[in-house]
Antibody, heavy 123, light 111 residues
Framework: QVQLQESGPGLVKPSETLSLTCTVS????????WSWIRQPPGQGLEWIAY???????SYNPSLRSRVTISADTSKNQFSLKLTSVTAADTAVYYC?????????????????WGRGTLVTVSS | IVMTQSPVSLAVTPGEPASISCRSS???????????MDWYLQKPGQSPHLLIY???HRASGVPDRFSGSGSGTDFTLKISRVEAEDVGVYYC?????????FGQGTRLEIK
């Protein structure tokens, strides 16, 4: 059974960098595509980025200038860094496996999700 | 691509059917004949999970009371007989054009 677990600080100060790690078990991150998705409190879902082949990446253009996704195959982990955060970045952040891509290599078929971790941006 | 769901919320009596609509601002039908749209359900306090992919294909383990239909810009998720465990927020998502984008969600409650 594939399992994903997010970890990282739950509180980040404005203008600082949000850093999260996802630890995957039951599958190798060398397989498939691995995404970050976020959900502001009481709101909908926003895809942030994915990584595959342990280094190839795709980003949501709306966040691209502030986001970096990376992977550590030795630990079977992938990570998210979001710079210059504001209160608008407060959200539950999910790490997710997407098994397939759509047209334009857009992520789809999000079949395994972590439980999510709430990150609050506040001073 | 903007995804618009309706209704925003609905309350259904157990055993009755339910229907959720999703409209996309552009056609999601690709030249290969597939509609690039998924449906997800987020139960209270849980992460979302995949229900339907490519518009009408049930994901593994999804009960057959769930069905997806539609093509182009108009899609429907139907639950033939609602059960108490079906409560939550339903999201449609397009994957025709990057970035993939979600609808705002439809909340299903039990009467």
């Amino acid at each position: 059974q594939v399992q994903l677990q997010e970890s990282g600080p739950g509180l980040v100060k404005p203008s600082e960098t949000l850093s999260l790690t996802c630890t995957v078990s039951g599958d190798s991150i060398s397989n498939y595509f691995w995404s970050w998705i976020r959900q502001p409190p009481g709101q909908g879902l926003e895809w942030i980025a994915y990584i595959y082949n342990s280094g190839s990446t795709s980003y949501n253009p709306s966040l691209r200038s502030r986001v970096t996704i990376s992977a550590d195959t030795s630990k079977n982990q992938f990570s998210l860094k979001l710079t210059s955060v504001t209160a608008a970045d407060t959200a539950v952040y999910y790490c997710v496996r997407n098994s397939h891509l759509g047209v334009q290599n857009s992520p789809r078929y999000f079949d395994y999700w972590g439980r999510g971790t709430l990150v609050t941006v506040s001073s | 691509i903007v995804m618009t769901q309706s209704p925003v919320s609905l309350a259904v009596t157990p055993g009755e059917p339910a229907s959720i609509s999703c409209r996309s601002s552009q056609s999601l039908l690709y030249s290969n004949g597939y509609n690039y749209m998924d449906w997800y359900l987020q139960k209270p306090g849980q992460s979302p999970h995949l229900l339907i992919y490519l518009g009408s294909h049930r994901a593994s383990g999804v009960p057959d009371r769930f069905s997806g239909s539609g093509s182009g810009t108009d899609f429907t998720l139907k639950i033939s007989r609602v059960e108490a465990e079906d409560v939550g927020v339903y999201y449609c998502m397009q994957a025709l054009q990057t970035p993939s984008t979600f609808g705002q969600g439809t909340r299903l409650e039990i009467k």
